[in-house]
């Protein structure tokens, strides 16, 4: 059974870094063709796709966010990290962690997180 | 690539075929996703290139399309389809439409 679960600060202040955790189970990222992605969603709108790890260590960004996104993974495979620098109010948003479906070359998105909820605020 | 969906608010009757719009900004072949999202939970996938069943998902939701000009139909609408419907391009990096949500008259 494939789990994923989020977890992150809840709040932080803007120019802050924000740290999140995706804890997985049912699936190991040193799998052949498996990935990881960080998906994001305000409040009452749309998704934006952040940035995602694969089995092979590989990294991959939003061209548009990624100068400030890092995304790493534990050694065991179990758990994917995302850090996001100087965060604004913009930032805002529920953070999802997903797994890309298991054919290499599609990425849509097969198992997500719950989701954790972050807000920017001084 | 730009994804717009339409209508952004849809209101039918539990029985009714309901059809929702997805258009990309340039050819993505085949390589799209839809997903359901049901209030306060994560996105769910439902259909996955163009036209593809994800499994366990019920067989009155169906995909088609390719190109640019994409549709999701439910043939006959149940009271949990109560939804926002999202659709995702993959044929370069990854974006999302801007939802169609979808209540009962």
């Known amino acids: 059974q494939v789990t994923l679960k989020e977890s992150g600060p809840g709040m932080l202040q803007p120019s802050k870094t924000l740290s999140l955790t995706c804890s997985f189970s049912?699936?190991?990222?040193?799998?052949?063709?498996?990935?990881v992605s960080w998906i994001r969603q305000p409040s009452g709108k749309s998704l934006e796709w952040l940035a995602a790890?694969?089995?092979?260590?590989?990294?991959y960004y939003n061209p548009s966010l990624k100068s400030r996104l890092t995304v790493s993974k534990d050694t065991s495979n179990t758990q994917v990290f995302l850090k996001i620098t100087s965060v604004d109010i913009a930032d805002t948003a529920t953070y999802y962690c997903?797994?890309?479906?298991?054919?290499?070359?599609?990425?849509?998105?097969?198992?997500w997180g719950p989701g954790t909820m972050v807000t920017v605020s001084s | 690539i730009q994804m717009t969906q339409s209508p952004s608010l849809l209101s039918a009757s539990v029985g009714d075929r309901v059809t929702l719009s997805c258009k990309a900004g340039?050819?993505?072949?085949?390589?799209l996703a839809w997903y359901q999202q049901k209030l306060g939970e994560a996105p769910k996938l439902l259909i996955y290139?163009?036209?593809s069943l994800q499994t366990g998902i019920p067989s009155r939701f169906s995909g088609s399309g390719s190109g640019t000009d994409f549709t999701l139909t439910i043939s006959s609408l149940q009271p949990e389809d109560v939804a926002t419907y999202f659709c995702?391009?993959?044929?370069?990096?990854?974006?999302f439409g801007s939802g169609t949500k979808l209540e009962i008259k």
């Open positions: 997903a797994r890309r479906g298991t054919v290499v070359t599609y990425w849509y998105f097969d198992f």
């Open positions: 049912g699936f190991s990222l040193s799998t052949s063709g498996m990935v």
């Open positions: 790890i694969d089995w092979d260590g590989d990294k």
């Open positions: 340039q050819n993505i072949n085949n390589y």
């Open positions: 290139n163009a036209n």
């Open positions: 995702q391009q993959y044929n370069s990096w990854v974006t």
